[in-house]
Structures are given as C-alpha cells and as structure tokens.
C-alpha cells in the first residue's frame, strides 16, 4: 500500500497571506503513460470533500486561482497563495496510480484562520 | 449541476447488514464508496462501472461490501454486511472519473454523506 503523509498536520493563517501544505507519497506516483496520479481534496465542516486539484497541478472547475498544486515523483505540494475565510477545513492529498487500483489517502491537514 | 443524493442515516446492529443508496443527475458515471469514522480521515472502499457492474473492491472490505447498480434509476447502492461497531463511519458516494487511457481514478462530485452508526 502506498503510504501518503501530509504536513503540517495544522496550520494557522492570517487572512491575506499564503499557505502551503506537503504531501509526500512512498513511491512514485507517476504511471506508464506520464501521468501523475495525485489529487488534492478540500473537507469544509460539515460537508463532503470537495475536489480541488487533479493530476498535481490542474485546477477543478470552479476552484479560485488562488489554489495551486505542483509537485513530481514522490513529493507535491498545494499552496494557497492569500487565504480566505472560507478556505478553513482539511485538506487531504489522495493517489491512485496502481492497477488494479488501491486508492490511499494523507492523513488531512487542517486549515485555521488566525 | 451534478448532484449525488444519499438515502438517509441509519442505526444498525452488531452482525446486521446496512444498503445505502445513492443517486446521481446527469450522464453515466462509475460510482465510487468512501468512508470517514468519526473524527478521522478518509478510506477508500471500491468502486462500480454502471456499463457492465464490474466492480473494483478495496482489499479490506472484500467479502463484506457488495456494489450494485440500478441502470434505469440512475441509483448506485452499497451494501456491508456483518458489521462491527468500527464501521460507525459516514459513508460517500462519488462519481468517478477517468484519465486519459480511460482508468477510473479520482471523484470529482460527492454525495451528502450517510452515517451509518452500529451499536452493539
């Protein structure tokens, strides 16, 4: 199983600045094809996740430009570049590059504002 | 605008079996079941292909977890059987969706959740 690990595991932000979050997987997440299988998930309180960034770096539709993601191999990251208030919640990194697939999340990183 | 409605939350027993549906608008899609115990993170149970109801089902649920289809409603259901009191956990619905090759890999819309909570 890969093992996805996310840090911090909380941070605290002052609305306006930017916030970054790492998600590190045990192995490559790149496939046969060139493709990166890592995708980036947003859980507002009380809601379901909602999906934020697919294939590293491609933003969902209706997410603001503020999100971004980046990242290659076994190391990626999502950066907020001004947080908002409605940013707040956790944010957890997902792979799937395996066939047949065993689908793994990071543990969640959670989003306060200051 | 895509929308996936769950059917309601449930209380089960220990060794009870619990179905929960989940409807979807819109275009053909494969359905996928992740589950959140409370205060934890998320666990990804498998998924169904509407076309044929081939399945893909997690390791650790095999045996348990049934996914079916209901073409003509448009309604994807999980069922998990003999369940334990670790299974008190929400369990979502998601449409999945495909990548270049055609491989389902990520979900893009949610359903509301479902708790499903088991006492013993």
């Known amino acids: 199983e890969i093992v996805m690990t996310q840090t911090p595991l909380s941070l605290s932000v002052t609305p306006g600045q930017p916030a970054s979050i790492s998600c590190k997987s045990s192995?490559?997440?790149?496939?046969?094809?060139?493709?990166?299988?890592l995708y980036w998930y947003l859980q507002k309180p009380g809601q379901p996740p909602q999906l934020l960034i697919y294939?590293?770096?491609n933003r969902f539709s209706g997410v603001p430009e503020r999100f971004s993601g980046s990242g290659s191999g076994t190391d990626f990251t999502l950066k907020i570049s001004r947080v908002e208030a409605e940013d707040v919640g956790l944010y957890y990194c997902?792979?799937?590059?395996?066939?047949?697939?065993?689908?793994?999340f990071g543990q969640g990183t959670r989003l306060e504002i200051k | 605008q895509v929308q996936l409605v769950q059917s309601a939350d449930e209380v089960k027993t220990s060794g009870a079996s619990v179905k929960v549906s989940c409807k979807a608008s819109?275009?053909?899609?494969?359905f996928s079941w992740v589950r959140q115990a409370p205060g934890q993170g998320l666990e990804w149970m498998g998924w169904?292909?509407?076309?044929?109801?081939?399945?893909n089902i997690a390791k650790k649920f095999q045996g348990r977890v049934t996914m079916t289809t209901e073409a003509s409603t448009g309604t994807a259901y999980m069922e998990l059987r003999n369940l334990r009191s670790d299974d008190t956990a929400v369990y979502y619905c998601?449409?999945?969706?495909?990548?270049?090759?055609?491989?389902?890999?990520?979900?893009?819309?949610w359903g509301q959740g479902t708790l499903v909570t088991v006492s013993s």
């Open positions: 998601a449409r999945v969706r495909e990548d270049s090759s055609g491989y389902y890999r990520y979900f893009d819309y």
């Open positions: 819109g275009a053909k899609h494969g």
């Open positions: 169904i292909t509407p076309y044929n109801g081939n399945t």
């Open positions: 192995q490559s997440l790149l496939d046969y094809n060139g493709e990166t299988h």
């Open positions: 294939e590293v770096s």
């Open positions: 997902m792979q799937n590059v395996e066939l047949p697939p065993r689908i793994t």
